[in-house]
């Protein structure tokens, strides 16, 4: 399998976790969708420098879905796990 077809399983994959998470989100606790933000953010700081740039637009969505029903402060800790990596995302 190419790189572009791995991508695209990729993504086909992830189509139904997105689903998921969206449902989590919209019926869970504020506790439970802090614990889906540390999650996801644990998974992308994994390994930053090695995702491609279709898992960084899938973070980035996955984030920007979660940002909007975050509890403050689980907004303060989003920020404060993601300012150590920003470097890592540099053009």
Do not use: W, Y
Request: net charge negative; proline share 3%.
């Amino acid at each position: 399998m190419g790189h572009k077809e791995t991508q695209r399983a990729e993504l086909t994959r992830a189509k139904p976790v997105i689903a998921e998470l969206e449902r989590a989100v919209a019926a869970g606790s504020a506790e439970r969708r802090a614990e889906i933000m540390r999650d996801v953010t644990d998974l992308f700081l994994s390994a930053p420098t090695q995702l491609t740039e279709e898992q960084v637009s899938l973070f980035d969505d996955i984030i920007n879905r979660l940002i909007g029903r975050l509890e403050s402060q689980a907004l303060a800790e989003l920020s404060e796990r993601l300012s150590p990596s920003t470097g890592c995302l540099e053009d």
